[in-house]
């Protein structure tokens, strides 16, 4: 079993698509083993994107990342944090396959709807950022 970091971003929780991005989820059998809602300080956005700190878009994502309320997750299945990524599409909604989430959902670059780990290295760090082990069920 393998673990991921999934944010559902201010922009897919102020278009009322929670529950739409979990029904995702549980239908591809990925189990949810942690979960809150969270209003990110743009600190604590900062602290989660640094390894993006010299990109160009760093203060506008994290602008937007402490702009409202997230959805933080952690995601239990088999190859998850492939299987997420297959659901999420490519950062640029542009060039996401078609049925993905940011094709159907991402209007923008930035605000692509979710956010997951991308290796198990990042995900052991992304969950640990927002989870402690109390929090975390074991499935
Ligand atoms: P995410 O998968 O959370 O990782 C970094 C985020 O930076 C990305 O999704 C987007 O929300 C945001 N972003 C904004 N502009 C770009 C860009 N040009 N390239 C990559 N990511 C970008």
């Known amino acids: ?9 201010p922009d ?6 929670t529950g739409e991005v979990i029904r995702r989820f549980e239908s591809d059998n990925i ?4 979960i809150k809602m969270i209003h990110m300080t ?15 878009f760093f203060d506008s994502l ?8 997230a959805v933080v997750m952690v995601l ?10 297959e659901l999420m599409g490519a950062t640029n909604y542009k060039e996401a396959a078609e049925g993905t989430i940011r094709k159907d959902f991402a209007t923008d670059i930035e605000k692509n709807v979710v ?5 198990p290295e990042t995900a052991a760090s992304e969950i640990s950022y927002f989870f402690n082990q109390l929090e975390i069920i074991s499935l």
């Open 115 to 119: 956010h997951g780990s991308d290796s």
């Open 76 to 85: 239990e299945a088999e190859n998850v944090i492939a299987k997420n990524r």
């Open 12 to 17: 897919g929780v102020a278009k009322g698509l």
């Open 42 to 56: 743009k600190v604590q956005a900062q602290g989660f994107y640094d390894v993006h700190k010299e990109r160009p």
């Open 1 to 9: 079993m393998e673990r991921t970091l999934s944010i559902i971003k």
């Open 31 to 34: 189990k949810i083993a942690a």
């Open 62 to 69: 994290t602008d937007f990342m402490s702009s409202g309320p």
